[in-house]
Structures are given as structure tokens and as C-alpha cells.
């Protein structure tokens, strides 16, 4: 088992990177390319884990060289689960990556990074809401200061793959739940 | 008020109304879609490009793109 | 079919079109993230200002300026000055020669540690490890005594930035410029980076979207950029120059970026680039990426320079240096003005440019050079070759179409530029 740590470019996922891995790293060379990217090991119960911090991509339509090396990295490692770092302020252009992956069958564990910078903008998000409707642990944390990533890492192993049809559907079911509620809170008020 | 997002003065908010096709793609992966909220951050001089803020991100686009994004504002 | 079609509508394509993952993000968006109101703060304000072209474009010239400042400091002053030469001139040197075999006149000795100079006829030893031009003399100091710590003073402020998140900003605002010469405003990144070593420089140009974009860009770097081990010791022999250089290297690399863009085929796309908000950077962070870009600085140079050091002193003792210069002098003297000696500064260059400055220091400190061809031959050395590093790594990035075009400007770029300079200093009458 490999894990994949994927990302934007500017969300932190070098510092992201350099909090999991332990002091031997290695930047190598994607064989035929000149994009480099790094390379190194975790402890994940007891066992030595292999983390490669694949060059930061928008999405998997690559348009790009770096973006190209990152498509061919995550398609020759089927076997890695990935740990998708997204800008917790940026949810939604972070999420279109996050999909990308998630559609493509790898087993992913979203990291809600930069968490304190969105809570210092007012963003606020339903973590365990995110984590039902996608059916994948969502962990909250802020690289710099290494908050949340006791859970993150302990997530990893919990990381399975998912359907999008699912997705899909719970994220419809609840939505349909909920506009039912205010409909049933609404019919209710009238009654009395 | 429809106008161009190249148009947009200063500090200016409005929503993104339309996108020219085969631009649509492009700034997806940067949060830009019809319906978004955009607020213009800078215009840089003699022809340079915009800076703008969508969903509390900030993206800098060429020119000749903001002209491709048409907003409604006021 | 009709029938298939009709099922195949029912189920979920995977992957997702973008808009129907895009309906999906804003469904579970519109669930899960609620954005509450919000006060700009300070941050804020600081992130729109240093974007915003009246008050960005002071703050530009104030961090570069700082940056060339600690630069000069920290690596000029501080260390080579400071420590540097007085540990290589006054006691390596002198040891070396004390108690290194062989002696003035014997090949080895000459080779690795003092080659000597003429005076009034007569070979005396050198005193310093500019013109002693030994493997174990020269070669060291070049790459420990100066080109180090140049280096890192570049590294760490580059690092500084880029973990901020200055760099995008700096891109916005040049932007207006490079994008007449069908460039975008990422262009500086690579550019910048490429003043520390263009081996990072041309890696750095993959985000450019077209070929055209990434082939203008590796043509200008290994041109018209300068690294820093090359800048570091420029600014160690030549301080004075440095304003006069980094200007003719500027107007060449945008005069010849528009030249360029009018030639090349190909599309230069408009700029689309996220600009993150300024972050804390972490020492952790820094610190890793200044050990690995210096050490992986030091792989490459630390061979190099000596082994160019080797060459460039066997060609001097085999009459090679001598043959060369008799064939090369005229053309030298003639179009762009230098003294034939300058042919061995520029074969050091096809190896490392630190080395080549560096050979041309040995030759400055024999008196045979005025200012005006000690600029020009910088000049020349800066835009005649990319160092081997350089040109293996445009090589692998480049079709071979594009390496001759790479090469042909370069010819063509060294040949015009080269006697544009010299006929300016005809004019100016300090030629």
C-alpha cells in the first residue's frame, strides 16, 4: 500500500507532507519529465508506509505538465489510498478534485486543511454532513500549527472506495430530507 | 445591468451570467460558473489583468478573458 | 441501440460530466458550507495592497530590492568577505603552496594549486585564489568560499517568499509587461528562480500551458538570466558593473522576448492563476527546501568547478588555451571587442558560468582588460551558452526542433547583442 497525498497547488501540502513523513525524504524525478516530486515513509501501525506528495493539480484534466504527471502517478499507483488536501475555504473547487478521484474507485480521506483560516473568514462547515454525503472520513486540520492530524492519519486505514452513483444519491436523499422537514414544519404550523 | 467582467469597475460586485464556451472549462477549476457572486479586486493598467474574488478565493484573470464573462451588477 | 441509449441514460456515467460534477459540488455545498459574515482584516487589506498596481508596484521594488541587499550582505559581505578570502588567501593558499610537491614550474602542482603569473618576465607564485587558478586553489574558493553562500542567501529569501505567497502577487503585476511579449505574469516565477540556477528555472517553466510559452521561456532563461553562483561572483569582482549588467540582461531579455513572439507559431493563452492568501511560513518548511535545493546545488557545482577548473588549467599548460585564443582572437577583437585571453573564460562557461567569472577574474587581476571589456565579456558570458547543466536538462525538455531554435537564437543572440554592446561602447567612446 502506497499513500498519495493530492492536492491544488497553494493549499499547504508541502508543509502537509513534511508533518507525516519522517526525517528521510527524497525528491525524485518523474521518470521522462523534469517534474519533480517528493517522496517519503510513515509510520502507520507500526508498519513503514510509503507517502509520495504528488505535484498539485486543479483536476485531473490535465492542462499542464505537472497536472499531467500527477494524472499518470495516481493511474500507475492503484493500489494507494489517497489523502485529498483541500483548502477548507475553498471547499467546492477543492471538492471537484476530490470527486475526480473518488469516481475514479481509489479509496480517499478528504483533509479539510487550513481549517483555522476558514474559521477565521466565518466559514462554517458541517464536517459530519460532508462525511455522510460523501461516504468518506472528512478530517478537519491546520498543517501549520498540526492540528487534526492524529485523527487524519488514523483515518487512513478506515479509507475504503466508494460509488459516485452513491454520492449522488445521499446527496439528493439529503436534501430531500431536509426540504421535507421545513415542507412537514411548515404544514404543521398551519395546522395549529 | 449586464456588462463585461473586463468592465467592472473597482471594488464592484455582480453575478456571473454567462461564459463564452470553450472558456467554460478553463476557469471551472477556479470556481468561476454562471451564478457566482464576483467582486472585481484590482484592474491593473494599460491593458493588464483583472483580479478578482469569487467564494472568498481570489484569481487573477488575463484580460482577454475577463471580456469573455459577461455580469450582471447593480 | 435506441434501446441501450435509452438505459444507459438511466445509470450514472462515470466519470461525471464538469456540469454534472459541478451540480453535485453545489448540492453538497449548499448542505454542508455556510459562509457567515466576514470582516476583512488586516491580512486582507495587506493581500489587495500589494496586488494593487499603485501601491503593489512600490512594495515590488521594495522586496526586490531587499532581496539584492541581503544578498550583497549576508553572502558578499558577511561571508565571502568576511571570512572567505581572508581563510583561502591567507591561510589555505599559503599552506597549499608550502606544503604541496612539486613547485612553480612543475605540471601537478601548477594543475592543483598555483599556476603563477608572469611579472616583468619572470613566473612569481600568486596570492590570491582568483588568479592561482588550482583545483584544490581556485576551485574550492569559487564554489565554498563564494558561490555557497550566494546560494543560500538566494534560497532562503526565495523560499521565504514563495511560503508567503508573494510570488502570485509579484506575477499579477507583471503580467501587464510579459504579456507583450506573449509571455503571462507566471513567467516571473520561473525567471526569479532561474537567478538562483536555471536547472530549477527550466524545470519551473512546466506550468506554462503551450509549447510556445515553455520554448520562449527556456530560450530567454538560458540567455538572458544569470544564476546566482554566476551572480555571486560577479558581484564579488565586479560590484560596481552589477546595475549596468542586470539592465543590458533586462532590456535583451524583453527586447528579444518580443522579437521572439513575433517568430514563434504557437498560442500564448491569457493568464488564469489562483493568488492564495498570505500564509505564515514555517521553519520546518524552509528549512527543508533550502537543505535540498543547496545540497542538490552543491551535487552538481562541486564537480563541475573542479573538473572545469582540470580542463581549463590542462588547456593552458598543453598550448591548447594559447591555440585557441591565435584562432578565436580576431573574431573577439573585431566584433565584440575583448582581447583574445577572453577565449578561456568562455570554454570555462560551457561548463559552469561561476567557473568562467571566475577565470575572468584571473585575467582581470593581470591588468590586461579595461572596464568596458571586463562588462562585455560578462555580458557574453552570461548570454553565450547555457552551463552543461542547463543545456542537458533543455535537452530532455525540449524536441529537437525546438533545441536548434534554442540554439540558432542563441547564435544569433550572442553575434547581434554582443556587437550591438561593443558598438555602443564605440559610440559612448569608451571602447
Known amino acids: 500500500m502506497k499513500i498519495l497525498l493530492m492536492g491544488h497547488p497553494n493549499v499547504g501540502k508541502s508543509v502537509f507532507f513534511n508533518r507525516l513523513t519522517g526525517a528521510k525524504v527524497f525528491e525524485s524525478n518523474y521518470p521522462g519529465t523534469t517534474v519533480d516530486f517528493m517522496k517519503g515513509w510513515m509510520r502507520l501501525e507500526g508498519e513503514d508506509v510509503e507517502l509520495i506528495d504528488v505535484p498539485g493539480a486543479f483536476s485531473l484534466e490535465p492542462k499542464d505538465r505537472a497536472e499531467e504527471v500527477a494524472v499518470k502517478m495516481l493511474a500507475e499507483n492503484r493500489d494507494s489510498v489517497v489523502v485529498c488536501v483541500l483548502d477548507a475555504s475553498k471547499v467546492e473547487r477543492g471538492l471537484y478534485l476530490a470527486l475526480e478521484i473518488i469516481e475514479r474507485g481509489y479509496p480517499v480521506v478528504v483533509a479539510l486543511n487550513m481549517w483555522d483560516i476558514a474559521e477565521d473568514k466565518n466559514i462554517r462547515i458541517d464536517v459530519e454532513k460532508l462525511e455522510r454525503i460523501l461516504g468518506v472520513p472528512v478530517v478537519p486540520t491546520t498543517a501549520i500549527s498540526g492540528e487534526g492530524f492524529k485523527e487524519l492519519v488514523s483515518k487512513i486505514k478506515e479509507a475504503a472506495p466508494v460509488k459516485i452513483e452513491g454520492v449522488i444519491e445521499s446527496a439528493s436523499a439529503v436534501s430531500a430530507a431536509a426540504s421535507a422537514g421545513k415542507e412537514g414544519g411548515g404544514e404543521s404550523a398551519a395546522v395549529s | ?74 | 441501440m435506441r434501446l441501450r441509449a435509452q438505459v444507459k441514460k438511466e445509470v450514472v456515467k462515470v466519470p461525471l460530466s464538469v456540469d454534472e460534477r459541478w451540480d453535485l459540488i453545489e448540492n453538497i455545498s449548499k448542505q454542508t458550507v455556510e459562509f457567515g459574515a466576514y470582516k476583512h482584516t488586516l491580512k486582507d487589506a495587506i493581500a489587495e495592497l500589494t496586488v494593487k498596481p499603485l501601491t503593489g508596484i512600490p512594495v515590488a521594488i521594495a522586496v526586490i530590492y531587499g532581496f539584492w541587499s541581503f544578498f550583497c550582505d549576508f553572502a558578499g559581505t558577511l561571508f565571502t568577505d568576511g571570512f572567505m578570502v581572508k581563510i583561502f588567501d591567507e591561510h589555505w593558499l599559503p599552506w597549499l603552496q608550502s606544503v604541496f610537491p612539486g613547485g612553480l614550474r612543475n605540471s601537478f602542482y601548477a594543475l592543483m594549486v598555483d599556476a603563477g603569473h608572469l611579472e616583468e618576465g619572470i613566473l612569481v607564485a600568486s596570492d590570491n585564489c582568483f588568479e592561482a587558478f588550482g583545483v584544490l586553489t581556485s576551485g574550492l574558493f569559487i564554489v565554498f568560499g563564494v558561490v555557497l553562500w550566494a546560494i543560500l542567501a538566494f534560497y532562503l529569501i526565495f523560499a521565504i517568499l514563495e511560503d508567503i505567497g508573494y510570488l502570485p502577487r509579484l506575477a499579477v503585476l507583471v503580467d501587464t509587461v510579459l504579456h507583450k511579449i506573449g509571455l503571462h505574469g507566471y513567467a516571473i516565477v520561473p525567471t526569479f528562480l532561474s537567478l538562483g540556477c536555471n536547472v530549477p528555472g527550466v524545470t519551473a517553466t512546466r506550468p506554462l500551458e503551450t509549447r510556445k510559452q515553455r520554448f520562449m521561456m527556456m530560450t530567454l532563461l538560458a540567455i538572458f538570466v544569470p544564476c546566482g553562483a554566476q551572480i555571486g561572483i560577479m558581484q564579488d569582482l565586479v560590484p560596481e558593473l552589477m546595475g549596468w549588467i542586470f539592465l543590458t540582461l533586462a532590456i535583451g531579455y524583453l527586447g528579444f522576448g518580443f522579437i521572439l513572439n513575433k517568430i514563434v507559431p504557437g498560442k500564448s493563452p491569457e493568464l488564469i492563476m489562483d493568488v492564495p492568501p498570505y500564509q505564515m511560513p514555517t521553519l520546518r518548511n524552509i528549512g527543508r527546501k533550502l537543505w535540498i535545493r543547496t545540497s542538490g546545488f552543491l551535487l552538481v557545482a562541486v564537480p563541475f568547478v573542479l573538473l572545469g577548473c582540470l580542463i581549463v588549467g590542462l588547456m593552458y599548460l598543453t598550448g591548447a588555451m594559447d591555440w585557441l585564443a591565435a584562432v578565436f582572437g580576431p573574431l573577439l577583437m573585431v566584433w565584440f571587442g575583448v582581447p583574445s585571453e577572453t577565449v578561456a573564460p568562455l570554454i570555462a562557461g560551457f561548463l559552469r558560468k561561476d567557473l568562467a567569472v571566475g577565470v575572468l577574474g584571473g585575467l582581470m587581476a593581470q591588468g590586461i582588460m579595461t572596464t568596458f571589456q571586463v562588462f562585455t565579456s560578462v555580458i557574453l558570458l552570461c548570454i553565450y551558452f547555457p552551463c552543461l547543466a542547463t543545456f542537458a536538462l533543455m535537452i530532455k525538455e525540449e524536441n529537437w526542433k525546438e533545441l536548434l531554435g534554442s540554439l540558432a537564437s542563441l547564435v544569433a543572440m550572442v553575434f547581434v547583442y554582443g556587437g550591438l554592446i561593443h558598438l555602443v561602447g564605440i559610440i559612448l567612446g569608451v571602447a
Open chain 2, 1 to 74: 445591468m449586464e456588462k463585461k467582467l473586463s468592465e467592472m469597475d473597482f471594488d464592484e460586485e455582480g453575478t456571473v451570467k454567462g461564459i463564452e464556451e470553450n472558456l467554460r472549462k478553463q476557469v471551472a477549476g477556479m470556481g468561476i460558473r454562471e451564478g457566482k457572486k464576483v467582486r472585481m479586486a484590482t484592474k491593473q493598467p494599460i491593458k493588464g489583468p483583472v483580479v478578482v474574488e469569487v467564494d472568498k478565493s481570489v484569481t487573477s484573470l488575463g484580460l482577454g478573458i475577463a471580456e469573455k464573462i459577461v455580469v450582471e451588477v447593480g
